[in-house]
């Protein structure tokens, strides 16, 4: 941890022959999948957000006692973090805590703390919610599920804890609009990139917010708070999974003629638990996985992506414009 002593001594990771065909590789087993932290297993409680007044931490959980550190100077993104290069080191359990180690310096955390060896710092861990987790929707808002029933989607499914499952989208289409959703996140620690809780809120069947476990990873534009093939979020505001997550969305429609020609790009601001992780984007066309490929003077309906994963959605509501 060369970089992280630095960081925290300055302010404070043959041709002829007959063909046959080769027999079909088997397929991998599916990463188990957990859904409460009762049942996600002894790691994770290790896996989440340490800080203090000077630095922010992530512990992410990846399967078989195995861990990444990821610091961030300043304190944790979104509140505090200066945006400077992120140090990341890997680290094994030890005992009933974790052992992170390079050959130069070493953090150990236990007891909910994380201890940096070299200066004796430590971070308490913490557990954010996004400032519009439970906002109410306003008096002319459309209310697209708020656990009662599952009436405004096309083959809506409500599951056993009252929560609407992905692969469903909105029997109303929209135009311009704000909306407001509330996703929540299954831990599945040997999952890697797209496998790890895969979903997305699609902008009239035709532009994806992506929908991913992405926490303390790089922040790209598949991850959380990205839009697919457009634009990696400002900053990673992915929390840790199992814990409910916000999308405030302002979305504007591409503009045609009465031609049809497109006269004018769709925009969209979105804010990720609470910061703007997008910021009056312009949109470079439909986004691929949609089931509209193409922009045409049409409004369109809300898509929450079903990518074989549990992820559930609450509090969906949508102003029109």
């Known amino acids: ?16 022959a007959p063909k046959t065909k080769a027999p079909a590789a088997p397929h991998a087993p599916e990463p188990p999948t957990y859904l409460t932290a009762d049942t996600a297993g002894p790691d994770f409680p290790l896996q989440g957000e340490y800080a203090n007044e000077k630095m922010g931490a992530d ?30 080191v890997d680290g ?12 130069i310096d070493s953090a150990v955390l236990a007891d909910g703390k994380l201890v940096i060896k070299s200066t004796g710092m430590v971070l308490t861990r913490t557990v954010r919610h996004s400032p519009t987790e439970g906002l109410a929707a306003p008096k002319d808002a459309t209310i697209l599920f708020d656990g009662k029933n599952a009436d405004a989607w096309v083959d809506g499914k409500i599951d056993p804890r009252g929560f609407l499952e992905a692969n469903t989208k909105t029997k109303h289409a929209f135009t311009d609009f704000t909306l407001h959703v509330e996703f ?11 496998s790890r809780a895969n979903s997305g809120v699609y902008l009239q069947h035709r532009y994806e917010i992506q929908v991913l476990d992405s926490f303390g990873l790089k922040g790209l534009d598949n991850e959380c708070g990205g839009i697919y093939k457009n634009s990696a979020p ?5 929390f840790p999974p199992l814990q409910w997550q916000t999308y ?4 504007t429609a591409a503009k045609f003629d009465k031609d049809g020609k497109k006269t004018g790009s769709a925009f969209v601001t979105v804010r990720h638990n609470g910061v703007v992780v ?40 949508v102003v029109a414009k």
């Open 184 to 194: 929540f996140l299954p831990f599945k620690p040997l999952g890697r990139g797209q």
């Open 92 to 103: 094994k359990r030890d005992g009933a805590g974790v052992k992170f180690q390079d050959k």
């Open 278 to 317: 997008q910021d009056n984007l312009e949109l470079q066309g439909a986004t691929p996985g949609g089931a509209f490929k193409t922009e045409v003077p049409a409004p369109g309906p809300i898509y929450l992506q079903g990518h074989g994963n549990p992820v559930v959605y609450r509090n969906v509501w």
């Open 248 to 251: 405030d969305v302002n979305f």
């Open 1 to 16: 941890m060369r970089l992280l002593a630095l960081l925290l001594t300055t302010s404070l990771f043959a041709a002829d």
């Open 59 to 88: 512990v992410i959980a990846l399967g078989d006692d195995n861990f990444r550190l990821v610091l961030h100077k300043g304190g944790l993104p979104g509140a505090g973090w200066d945006g400077s290069a992120k140090i990341e």
């Open 234 to 238: 400002k900053v990673n505001m992915c």
